[in-house]
């Protein structure tokens, strides 16, 4: 008897985590239809929402842009040089460039750039809207008839998302040309044969997917931690942090994109 | 607003710069291959021409008559490469890289023209495959057989470890050579009485130098008769100068003697004409003269 009820708590207690796992991820898919009508709406952008909107862009791209730039370009010459010796070792000098543009611009760039913008942009912006709802102030700007959303959330995931597209982009053209220069040095003879197998690696269905990633990764690093501090009580049972939890599933997300994009690329 | 503009910018720059690698404002020409098994192509993949990608493929596909058919497009700047008797080829490498590339031999044939359909020729490494495994496999079994217990390969190899062992035996090589002991033995019986016999022909030799170059040797002796005969013949050289004189005043005395004799070969004939008129005229005498007789004999 004792047994069949522990039997039975267990299934129970299963099937509530399969639940609220998965009620948690329609809140986040939730909140992000939310704050992407808000985002279409041009109230948005009008008035102080406007200044909010600019202020926290900049905040969130500006003070990790130069140095995220010059870490990833130190890796990337790393990387390019390994690559290329590892090429030309082989007897395979002629596909280091495209291995190259294929794992660095394609692949790791973005990658590091919504992690690096996760850590040092979303994860921070999160924790000020967990502390600014527990001091009362989402309710103190709702009696005063402004939609927190609106005011304090928006920009954040906004600001989020441009600076993880931001710093993918810088640093991709950077590498770009870190690539060139570390394969033919400062001369501009090799420029034709550079672009060819630029052009031959970001052939349409490539340039789309990388696109769709690129975008779908600031997406999720900008919506997944802030949704996760506004709808996701603290579990008490668990001993991690609402925090870590957020990181989590930000990491299991960015890892089912980069997948389904190297499924797109590769099969 | 100047983040903003700057990833707008990033973006269309992105954009444009890609458009320009994938060759959408450059003019091009079309060109078509045919080709019977198309694998190993794909799409994106450069037509090169003297190592220089002159031109991409753009679609595959196959035709009506189950051929395929492989859309190049090529730049226009690039197209005066391509000729009307430009060939083309399709390879395909050991590690499946597969190749297509344009070969134009007489570059000052007209220009190809666009939409130009052309059968591309085709050259696989690995067709060569099975034909090598086959002969690999052939190999093989040839090997085994030779390598067998009781192959003639294996009856030489102990016919050889059998020769190495007599040869580490105590007659060494020439019980290797012989087989055995009482040839051998006959071989160094042999060697034992040549090197006696070379021994004694050493003394004679010496003896024979003595006789021949000792001090009252045969060369000496042979060296005093020379000179001597170099004496006798510097004589005889004298002698016989003096017969030629001799001769030549024989030769000069049968010469006169020679007219002479000449001579009295005329003189004769005289004489002999002489002697005739003297007979005709003493028969004249005679037959006019009374004391002519009747030369008639009477027999009784």
Known sequence: ?267 | MLLLALLLLLVAGAVVYLMYARGTFEASQRLVLIADDSEGVAVGMDLTFSGFPIGRVRRIELGADGVARIIIDVPRKDAHWLRVSSVFTLTRGLLGNTSLKAFSGILTDPPLPGGAERKVLIGDATAEIPRLVADARELVRNLTALSAADSPFATSLDNVREVTERLKGPRGALGMLFGNEADAKKLVTALDRTNALLAKVDGLAAKADAQAFGPEGLMLETRAAIVQLNAALTDARGSLKKVDVILEDAQAVAGNARNATADLGALRAEVDSSLRKVERMIDAVNRRWPFARDPELKLP
């Open chain 1, 1 to 267: 008897m004792t047994s069949l009820l522990s039997w039975q708590g267990g299934l129970a207690d299963v099937g509530r985590a399969t639940v609220t796992w998965f009620a948690g991820w329609w809140r986040i898919i939730h909140f992000g239809a939310l704050i992407l009508v808000l985002a279409l709406s041009s109230s948005s952008y009008a008035g102080p929402n406007r200044s909010v909107m600019a202020r926290h862009v900049y905040l969130g791209t500006a003070p990790i842009l130069l140095w995220f730039t010059v870490l990833s370009s130190l890796i990337s010459l790393v990387i390019i040089r390994i690559v290329v010796v590892t090429a030309v070792s082989y007897g395979l000098s002629q596909y280091a460039l495209e291995m190259v543009v294929r794992v660095l611009v394609l692949e790791l760039i973005p990658l590091t750039a919504a992690v690096f913008v996760a850590l040092r942009c979303a994860l921070p912006n999160a924790a000020d809207i967990a502390a600014m709802r527990k001091r009362g102030e989402f309710d103190a700007l709702a009696q005063q008839g402004v939609d927190p959303l609106q005011r304090e959330v928006l920009p954040r995931v906004g600001a989020g998302m441009f600076s993880a597209l931001m710093l993918a982009a810088v640093s991709c053209v950077v590498t770009a040309v870190l690539a060139y220069v570390s394969v033919y040095g400062f001369t501009t003879g090799a420029f034709v044969g550079y672009t060819r197998t630029f052009g031959h690696v970001f052939n349409p269905a490539v340039s789309m997917i990388f696109a769709l990633k690129t975008f779908f990764f600031g997406l999720a690093v900008a919506l997944i931690p802030i949704a996760s501090v506004l709808y996701d009580p603290p579990r008490a049972r668990l001993r991690t942090s609402a925090e870590l939890q957020s990181l989590v599933r930000l990491f299991v997300v960015i890892l089912l994109i980069e997948a389904a994009s190297l499924i797109g690329n590769y099969y």
